[in-house]
């Protein structure tokens, strides 16, 4: 059964950090692409992307809004991806959530696999 699970989610203060998880099972994650993906509270235009890492030639890929602050690895031998998330901003907060494509590459990749979400509140 493919499943992907996040973790690393909770509260930090405005300018903290945090480094999400996404463990894959069922599937091998490098075989490929994954993204990171966010829905703040009270947005109804759904999910917004962040980040995704191609498995094809390991580029990534971010939104404007989290580029130099944000920053997408993954560990095959541990069939995990990680969102590395510094200098946090109060905008950031929302639920992540990680999918994997139907490729090998983000670009026009069909997120089809998802988690369950992660809580990230940037609050002080």
């Known amino acids: 059964q493919v499943q992907l699970v996040e973790s690393g989610g909770g509260l930090v203060q405005p300018g903290g950090s945090l480094r999400l998880s996404c463990a894959a099972s069922?599937?091998?994650?490098?075989?490929?692409?994954i993204g990171w993906f966010r829905q703040a509270p009270g947005k109804e235009q759904g999910r917004e992307g962040v980040?995704?890492?191609?498995?094809?030639?390991?580029?990534?890929h971010y939104a404007g809004s989290v580029k130099g602050r944000f920053t997408i690895s993954r560990d095959n031998a541990k069939n995990t991806v990680y969102l590395q998330m510094n200098s946090l901003k109060p905008e950031d907060t929302a639920v992540y959530y990680c999918?994997?494509?139907?490729?090998?590459?983000?670009?026009?990749?069909?997120?089809?696999?998802w988690g369950q979400g992660t809580q990230v509140t940037v609050s002080s």
């Open positions: 999918a994997a494509g139907d490729g090998r590459t983000c670009f026009g990749a069909d997120f089809g696999s």
């Open positions: 069922g599937f091998t994650l490098d075989y490929y692409a």
């Open positions: 980040s995704c890492i191609s498995s094809s030639d390991g580029s990534t």
